[in-house]
């Protein structure tokens, strides 16, 4: 490990911290293209001059440099020029390049994207380290330019081990956080940690408002079902993000929140009215709009109301220019969702999505499953006059004007000792702790069954679903949420029996739960078929105390009602899950709110729950308030 002051460049393996003296040497050609002159107008929040040299820049790039400007890409290993060997042969088949670098040289890229999946996330420092390889690289090109270096953390509470890359997907919890939302906090501390980790745009805070229970690609992403608080929740989160120097991006225009289809696998529709749309999708947008949000990106959704072409709104021009553009005033980043996902690649080929989306208003375009194919289809474009260039410069100012506000032109490197003053701080881990109490809801307590009591429940078995830890947290949820209660004075043994329990796996929890003086029971995404319920079922029918924690979807309890105790954590990074044995501990009150309404399973039209209820548990009769 390089000593904690420094920060390695990646390439060389040396640990100095790029100098000042560097960068700008390392951008003298952008620095001449800067210094020329030019007619240009101010731009609201930058002047005349800084305009007139930003055209300038863009007059002096090739044609191939402006194209690939416009893409932002996924590439493997941890670092920039010396990635482990798989990661060198899966850029190869995926790619055709062996490295980050060789990714810049090639395309000219303007702008890469990390993903845990695809190696980028070791820890702070190497992530820290893999920014600064990526921006020598490019910056030691001829006119090479900063990268603006994305990340896909939507915010529900920094979990793990604190640092940025641990923040867990989801937002119902932060929509259910009480008078004072933790939005603007959590993107506070995101920012801070992102931008000392060299990340400068993060595709959050969902803007969708989850107003279908079944919707199978939102759900807990969204901040809940009504468009006002999501509005609310989203300006604020925007604030916190773009305060701290990093790029907040409002997504999934026009609105992914009504859909039983899942736009990864399939185009979904949205059968909304024009009426419709302007009441539930479109408040949390331009609440967005006017916080000065920096980027918006786009759903694969078709709303035959706003484009009867049906044409999928990545590749609207009547949405994305007709609405947003024009209607709305948006004249920021529009970025594409993932162009590897089916909903988008459904009506058209590779090679004419992102001419397309182009054409429709996008500026970014986002991890193309083929970049030579989209790249050399966007070139072709603009060669056979489909594409003009100066269609190219307009979304090409906007990348720079984006990456000029972000700082990367006067120091895009970070450092050690920055990414040790910032990420994971003690103050940042408790900021955690205590927004995971707040957002921590009970939902039912018969008979004051909580918190569980130490001289009644000395010993309890932890069960249930065991989803795949988000990234950097220790997992699996069972365990993590025995190891908790044990330290809180329990005797916690844990029994993973998975998201779906086979017979066998019910068989030996009964088994185990003979043993137990309690059952604590994590369920995920329970449904009407699902062997959740059989095994919630034959738990309670052994008479031992049986509590529920709904580690993702609020919506389990609709099917599991004869529960006695019910919680909603919302998510099932180790913070969360934490919190919420404390909660069954009684070491803190849940204070968290539902903001979704919870129906009847077997009745949709009945409300068991409603959104935004104070903590106190109650049964049905809920309803009827």
Not at 81 to 107: C, F, H, K, M, S
Not at 281 to 307: C, E, N, Q, Y
Request: glycine share 10%.
């Amino acid at each position: 490990m390089p000593d904690s002051s420094t920060a390695s460049t990646g390439s060389t393996g040396s640990t100095a911290r790029p100098s000042r003296r560097t960068v700008l040497a390392a951008t003298a050609g952008v620095g001449t293209a800067l210094a020329a002159g030019g007619a240009a107008h101010a731009v609201p929040g930058r002047s005349a001059a800084e305009e007139r040299r930003l055209r300038a820049l863009v007059s002096r790039m090739t044609l191939e440099e402006k194209v690939g400007q416009l893409f932002v890409m996924r590439v493997y290993g941890h670092s920039a020029t010396e990635p482990d060997q798989a990661d060198i042969d899966a850029n190869l088949e995926e790619i055709g390049v062996r490295t980050a670098a060789e990714l810049l040289e090639r395309y000219r890229v303007g702008g890469i994207i990390y993903f845990a999946w695809a190696h980028n996330t070791r820890d702070p420092h190497q992530i820290a380290d893999l920014s600064n390889g990526i921006q020598k690289a490019s910056l030691g090109l001829q006119r090479g330019l900063p990268v603006l270096v994305s990340t896909d953390s939507e915010l529900a509470l920094v979990g793990g081990g604190g640092s940025a890359h641990h923040i867990s997907r989801g937002g119902l919890g932060l929509g259910g956080g009480g008078p004072r939302p933790p939005a603007r906090t959590l993107g506070r501390i995101a920012g801070r940690e992102l931008r000392a980790l060299g990340i400068r745009q993060d595709y959050a805070p969902v803007a969708d408002v989850n107003v279908n229970p079944a919707n199978p690609v939102i759900g807990v992403r969204s901040f809940g079902s009504s468009p006002d608080a999501v509005a609310r929740l989203v300006a604020a989160e925007v604030s916190g993000f773009q305060h701290s120097g990093v790029a907040a991006t409002a997504k999934h225009f026009p609105g992914h929140g009504d859909t039983v289809d899942d736009s990864h696998a399939k185009l979904p529709y949205i059968h909304h009215t024009l009426e419709e749309w302007e009441r539930l999708d479109a408040p949390p947008f331009r609440a967005a709009i006017a916080a000065g949000i920096d980027s918006i990106m786009t759903a694969h959704i078709v709303v035959p109301a706003l484009d009867p072409a049906e044409d999928p709104a990545t590749l609207s021009r009547p949405i994305l220019t007709g609405i947003l553009r024009e209607e709305l005033g948006y004249d920021g980043v529009v970025v594409t969702d993932s162009l590897g996902m089916e909903g988008v690649r459904t009506k058209y080929g590779d090679d004419r999505v992102p001419v397309l989306a182009l054409k429709a208003g996008v500026d970014q375009l986002l991890n193309p499953p083929d970049l030579d194919l989209a790249w050399n289809a966007v070139l072709r474009a603009v060669r056979d006059g489909e594409l003009t260039e100066e269609r190219l410069d307009e979304s090409i100012l906007r990348i720079l004007r984006l990456k000029t506000k972000l700082g990367l032109f006067k120091d895009p490197f970070v450092s050690h000792s920055g990414v040790d003053r910032t990420v994971g701080t003690r103050a940042h881990l408790a900021a955690a702790d205590r927004i995971a109490e707040r957002t921590t809801t009970l939902l039912v307590n018969e008979g004051g069954l909580l918190p569980l009591s130490r001289r009644r429940h000395p010993k309890l078995l932890v069960v249930g679903a065991d989803p795949a830890s988000p990234s950097g947290t220790t997992g699996p949820p069972t365990g993590v949420l025995a190891d908790a209660l044990t330290e809180l004075g329990f005797t916690a043994t844990a029994l993973s029996t998975g998201t779906a329990p086979s017979a066998a796996a019910v068989d030996r929890a009964v088994a185990a739960a003979g043993d137990a003086d309690a059952v604590v029971v994590g369920t995920y995404n329970v449904s009407a078929g699902s062997s959740q319920r059989t095994l919630v079922e034959r738990l309670l029918a052994t008479g031992r105390p049986v509590v529920a924690v709904a580690i993702r979807n609020p919506y389990d309890v609709a099917h599991l009602p004869d529960v006695p105790a019910y919680l909603a954590a919302y998510s099932w990074t180790d913070v969360e899950l934490r919190a919420a044995a404390r909660v069954l501990a009684g070491r803190v009150k849940p204070r968290g709110t539902l903001p979704v309404p919870v129906q009847r399973a077997d009745d949709p039209a009945t409300v068991l729950y409603p959104a935004r209820r104070p903590a106190e548990a109650c049964r049905a009769g809920c309803a009827a308030e």
